[in-house]
């Protein structure tokens, strides 16, 4: 996604991501007035336990008119107080930023907060109109037009698809649920055929729970339709490095492979899984390994599963913090992350597919997309622990 040619995402980088990722947060102001995309944000709060000696998480606020997008979550820690999880701007310079600067397609929502992504995480590639606007995709014998909406910096960088359809779609039935130990928020996107631009309709139900020990999010996606679709879902996590010394950050990655990208401009898989025993790319350890200077955008697979779930660990001992990510559904065969070392975030891109899933590169592999029939579901769902090493 990174090396898109959006020029403001560049100049925003310089301004709002070194506070956003500010170890002592404070709390988002009154938010009667914002509206991002003519939808207002919806916010969860909880207090900590007094004399809490254990990390809790304190909020959450999500943005239905952006597919329900995370804008920021909150957690207290002991002897730090409340700390940003995510790196991002503030409510009301994500909504001038949202609302004022983007793209059609709504791609500054996934270079900020948590972004969902549907029916396609990662890039799609395919034959482009002769205005470079839109590609064609091909699926089991049938076509698809997709927004071609991202492009490398170097010179003959290919235009592709990346990041789904639903970075501007409007939730519905948005039903708040709060309660002292934290609370639910709950909503429909009925996201149709996407004008045309998918192979059938689809309805996502967004379920996300916070409490003291977890953010936890679920999202049901249904063929609503009267054709088969391939589907895929999958998020866009930016997580802060609150201590800003990315290089003794560790992460730990339970993936024995990496797909092999052609460069880290196009980031496109050539079709070749390696090993990640006794490379740079081998993040397994219980304990992680230090980022160091060390650039990722890699998708990693082959992953192991502790108790059925895929447990990533971002951990920043100079900060005594951590975020644990526990993918939950089997349907999570790859798990895709950014760390640029310039930057104190991570992203951790819990997803169903590798990336290109219909790519000829992959012959007849399965590259992660669900075939749903007409009135089948698939249910992705991801948890968020916090961790204090």
């Not at 304190?58 to 002991?78: C, D, H, L, S």
């Not at 700390?83 to 397609?105: C, E, F, G, I, Y």
């Not at 492009?151 to 698809?161: D, I, Y």
């Not at 990640?276 to 790319?281: D, R």
Request: aromatic share 8%.
């Amino acid at each position: 996604m990174k090396r898109s040619q959006v020029a403001v995402y560049a100049l925003l980088l310089t301004g709002w991501l070194s506070a956003a990722c500010a170890p002592f947060a404070v709390a988002q102001g009154p938010q009667s007035a914002v509206r991002i995309n003519g939808e207002a944000p919806v916010t969860l709060r909880r207090t900590h336990t007094p004399d809490a000696t254990k990390p809790e998480f304190t909020g959450i606020t999500v943005m239905p008119g952006r597919g329900m997008e995370v804008q920021q979550i909150t957690a207290w820690f002991p002897g730090k107080g409340e700390m940003h999880v995510l790196a991002s701007p503030d409510l009301k310079q994500t909504a001038s930023m949202l609302n004022n600067r983007d793209t059609a397609n709504g791609d500054l929502g996934y270079r900020l907060g948590a972004a969902f992504l549907f029916p396609y995480p990662n890039r799609i590639r395919g034959k482009l109109s002769s205005d470079g606007k839109m590609l064609t995709a091909v699926w089991n014998g049938r076509s698809v037009t997709l927004p071609a909406n991202n492009v490398g910096a170097h010179p003959g960088a290919e235009r592709h698809a990346m990041h789904g359809l639903i970075l501007k779609g409007k939730v519905t039935d948005v039903r708040v649920t709060r309660t002292a130990a934290g609370g639910t928020i709950t909503g429909i996107l009925h996201c149709g055929d996407f004008g045309g631009h998918w192979f059938s309709s689809s309805d996502l139900s967004y379920t996300i729970t916070l409490t003291a020990t977890n953010v936890e999010v679920s999202i049901a996606a249904k063929n609503v339709g009267n054709a088969s679709e391939p589907v895929a879902l999958g998020w866009h996590p930016y997580f802060a490095l609150p201590s800003k010394d990315r290089k003794q950050v560790r992460l730990h990655i339970p993936g024995s492979v990496l797909t092999v990208v052609d460069n880290y401009d196009n980031v496109f898989p050539t079709g070749k899984l390696m090993p990640v025993a006794g490379t740079a790319y081998d993040f397994q350890a219980p304990d992680g390994k230090a980022l160091g200077g060390q650039f990722l955008d890699d998708n990693f697979s082959s992953l192991e599963r502790t108790k059925g779930a895929v447990v990533v660990k971002v951990l920043d001992p100079a900060a005594h913090y951590g975020v644990e990510i526990d993918g939950l559904s089997p349907e999570i065969r790859t798990v895709q992350v950014y760390a640029p070392p310039t930057q104190n975030f991570v992203a951790v891109e819990d997803q169903y597919n590798f990336g290109d899933p219909f790519g000829k590169e992959w012959g007849t592999m399965n590259t992660g997309m669900v075939t749903l029939a007409p009135g089948k579901s698939t249910q992705w769902r991801v948890r968020l622990g916090l961790l204090q090493p």
